[in-house]
């Protein structure tokens, strides 16, 4: 942690307040590392002892997460590691200083934002069921996608295991002979689940990406490119899961006129 001003390390610690630190530093009571401080000096938090009186204080040090948005290519497996040799998403961020773990999965033949974290809670906060936070995926079918096909996905559809899906939201992006571009909210994450779910209804899934999670977009990141969240983003995140509560209302339509072209 960077170096910060002594009265503010003990007033952020609770110790006592800013004011009454530097009237503890000005009269000669606060040392650091066993030598007197004096007003304006800076200490580290992570590794500098303090004392007043004679009597040292205790420092606990707040741990400094990492949070990271990936954009993941396809061919690259959602795991840490992998038995087979083959490629990972931790081969896309080998040179983070931290123990990242996947903040749920893309399979491996699908791309797009994919976040990645240290912090276990907000990791299990994004991931729960409870959580609910919506994720924004663009998905190319083959052939054209009926109306009758997109009404039963979004209304909920049964799975090859047997379990129904909550509903989404389906808007469609191109439609056109032989594939149709469809833009999905989820609120749920089962295994392959578009997939699964186009499967069900006799339409083949050609291209799958996701480019939102809540309020986070993907944006202009490239293919193998990372970038640090925002604490604004992080904070959004958090809310969003929090609000949500795992509750997804979809509305079931296909709007008109349909699109000549991608937005």
């Known amino acids: 942690m960077a170096e910060q001003r002594i009265q503010k390390v003990l007033a952020d610690q609770g110790i006592c307040s800013r004011r009454e630190a530097e009237r503890l530093i000005a009269t000669g009571k606060v040392k650091v590392n066993g030598h007197p401080a004096g007003l304006g000096d800076k200490m580290d938090p992570d590794f500098d ?30 795991t840490r590691s992998d038995d087979r040799g083959r490629k990972t998403v931790m081969d896309l961020v080998a040179d983070v200083p931290a123990m990242l773990r996947p903040v749920g999965r893309l399979d491996k033949d699908s791309e797009g934002l994919l976040l990645l974290s240290d912090d276990g809670a907000f990791i299990n ?56 571009v469809l833009e999905i909210t989820l ?24 480019t939102a999670q809540g309020p986070v977009k993907l944006g202009m990141l490239q293919p193998g490119e990372y970038r ?17 509560g795992g509750s997804a209302k979809a509305a079931p339509r296909r709007p008109g006129p349909l699109p000549t072209r991608e937005n």
């Open 125 to 180: 906060l994004l991931t729960h069921p409870s959580g609910g936070v919506g994720k924004l995926y663009r998905v190319t079918v083959n052939p054209r996608a009926t109306e009758e096909q997109i009404i039963a996905m979004s209304s909920g559809i049964v799975l090859d295991d047997g379990v129904k899906t909550q509903p989404c939201v389906i808007h469609v992006v191109t439609d056109e002979p032989g594939r149709t």
């Open 228 to 244: 640090e969240l925002k604490k604004s983003e992080v904070s959004a995140l958090r809310n969003a899961a929090q609000k949500s």
């Open 187 to 210: 609120h749920e994450g089962r295994n392959r689940q578009i997939r699964r779910m186009c499967s069900a209804v006799g339409l083949q899934v050609v291209r799958l990406k996701r």
């Open 49 to 78: 002892k303090v004392s007043i009186d004679g009597k040292t204080q205790r420092i606990v040090r707040k741990r400094q997460y990492t949070y990271i948005m990936l954009h993941k290519p396809r061919g690259f497996l959602t």
